[in-house]
């Protein structure tokens, strides 16, 4: 199985046009960061997680021709704004595209793409079915999903775990209750915003305690801003079992 980091940057902390900060400036790839998303490939299974501003210039980067779902962290617009390109999908397809969502989320969907659900048929538009989850274990197809609750500041949101391997995403506190389901996962995909403390996500201290605490062979850094700084400076920094993730970053999986 695969899990392939289409995206490990925020929509926190972007630089003004014409920045010559040294990440913009940078000449490696892996300082370019589209918006956080994760695509797991499973046997004929594509599913994705997060359909980020950035969705259609991942899905065609990674030349994905085949999405059977899409699941949703929360409702930020940085994780769903991308949601009108599923119509390349659908048509391809000729099905819907399901959507695994809280009910809040669902609601977020309803109001930012109230076309899609006005009950007129428009020619073109989306065509989405909604998945209900919350905190229970779910499937896509036969796949199981094990959503994680974390809280975003205030804002409750979920991780999910599929297999080994766990992705968080957003986050700033996990409950001891929670990161028991994390506890086993041979990959953590986890965000880490900056060095500087966030009121709304893990710092880089921060999400290398989580990671101390949950044991993973391996583990990742996404939803990475500007402010972190250079990919390969920091890399020197971690453990040798922490990397910072980068766009394209694939992962093998067990189920």
Not at 92 to 112: G, K, W
């Amino acid at each position: 199985m695969e899990a392939i980091i289409l995206g490990t940057g925020t929509s926190q902390g972007i630089p003004v046009i014409g920045c010559q900060c040294d990440v913009c400036k940078s000449s490696n790839p892996k300082d370019n960061r589209l918006r956080s998303s994760l695509l797991l490939k499973i046997n004929d299974t594509n599913i994705l997680i997060d359909a980020g501003p950035d969705f259609r210039q991942q899905m065609l980067r990674e030349k994905v021709e085949v999405l059977d779902a899409i699941i949703f962290t929360h409702e930020h617009k940085d994780h769903i704004a991308g949601l009108d390109d599923v119509r390349a999908f659908n048509f391809s397809s000729n099905q819907p595209m399901e959507i695994f969502a809280e009910r809040r989320v669902q609601t977020a969907l309803r109001n930012d793409y109230s076309y899609v659900f006005s009950g007129s048929n428009y020619p073109g538009i989306p065509r989405l079915n909604l998945n209900t989850i919350d905190e229970e274990p779910f499937f896509v197809k036969d796949i199981k999903i094990t959503p994680i609750r974390v809280m975003h500041y205030k804002l409750p949101i979920l991780g999910f775990r599929i297999g080994d391997l766990t992705y968080i995403t957003d986050a700033n506190y996990i409950s001891e209750e929670e990161k028991l389901k994390i506890i086993g996962s041979k990959t953590l995909i986890i965000n880490a915003l900056r060095k500087e403390k966030h009121i709304a996500h893990f710092s880089l201290d921060e999400a290398i305690k989580i990671i101390t605490e949950c044991s993973p062979r391996k583990a990742y850094f996404t939803h990475i801003a500007h402010q972190m700084g250079l990919h390969n400076e920091i890399n020197t920094l971690l453990p040798e079992f922490i990397e910072l993730a980068y766009d394209g970053l694939n992962i093998k999986f067990i189920i």
